[in-house]
């Protein structure tokens, strides 16, 4: 059974780093992308970036460039997004997901995670 | 990029049939026949119902449709049922990235 498995929820002050995680199970990791979606309370879905951990190639949205670092380890098959410096506006649940087609960028997203809630206040 | 334009609302009756447009550019709808659909009941992560413009993933009812034309592709839910009330997004595949719409909150009267 696939599954991707967020880690749980974080509250951070401003200006504070963070690393949130998505381990992937129950396919071969390094052949499908993954990415990350935001959605803020109550506000739609955000496409925030995406990786192939076979290689690493990694694609953000022009609006979260230079905003979030995207990573994978390809030896404990897991994901992560990062940030350097919290800004209450990143207050959001952060979805991981798993692109359908494999090898592809195409297809859709067709596995979520639970979400990872990050919370950002002084 | 922008997101794309949906319609913040879509309702209709049970049994009824309902269409939810998507419209972008030529560089994300238009360019590439990538265009996936999203249902997201509350305090749920979404699910996917529709990937490359029209493909049903297993599972998923056949009563939910997709097409496309031009810039703008669209969401079908025949036969209109209560557990279909959820907000709806499309999404679609651009050259370096991707994009998500506006999402539509879809009520059954």
């Known amino acids: 059974e696939v599954q991707l498995v967020q880690s749980g929820a974080e509250v951070k002050k401003p200006g504070e780093s963070l690393k949130i995680s998505c381990k992937g199970s129950g396919y071969s990791f390094t052949t499908y992308w993954i990415g990350w979606v935001r959605q803020k309370a109550g506000k739609g879905l955000e496409w925030m970036g995406i990786?192939?951990?076979?290689?690493?190639?990694?694609r953000y949205s022009p609006s979260f460039q230079g905003q979030v670092t995207i990573s994978a380890d390809k030896s404990t098959s897991t994901a992560y997004l990062q940030w350097s410096s919290l800004k209450a506006s990143d207050t959001a649940m952060y979805y991981c997901?798993?692109?359908?087609?494999?090898?592809?960028?195409?297809?859709?997203?067709?596995?979520w995670g639970q979400g990872t809630l990050v919370t950002v206040s002084s | 990029q922008s997101a794309l334009t949906q319609p913040a609302s879509v309702s209709g009756s049970p049994g009824q049939s309902i269409t939810i447009s998507c419209t972008g550019t030529s560089s994300d709808v238009g360019g590439y026949n990538y265009v996936s659909w999203y249902q997201q009941l509350p305090g749920k992560a979404p699910k996917l119902m529709i990937y490359d413009v029209s493909n049903r993933p297993s599972g998923v009812s056949n009563r939910f449709s997709g097409s496309k034309s031009g810039n703008t592709a669209s969401l079908t839910i025949s036969g209109l049922q209560a557990d279909d009330e959820a907000d709806y997004y499309c999404?679609?595949?651009?050259?370096?990235?991707?994009?998500f719409g506006t999402g539509t909150k879809v009520t059954v009267l």
């Open positions: 999404s679609s595949y651009t050259i370096n990235s991707g994009v």
């Open positions: 997901v798993r692109g359908r087609s494999v090898a592809a960028r195409t297809g859709g997203f067709d596995y």
């Open positions: 990786i192939y951990p076979g290689d690493s190639d990694t």
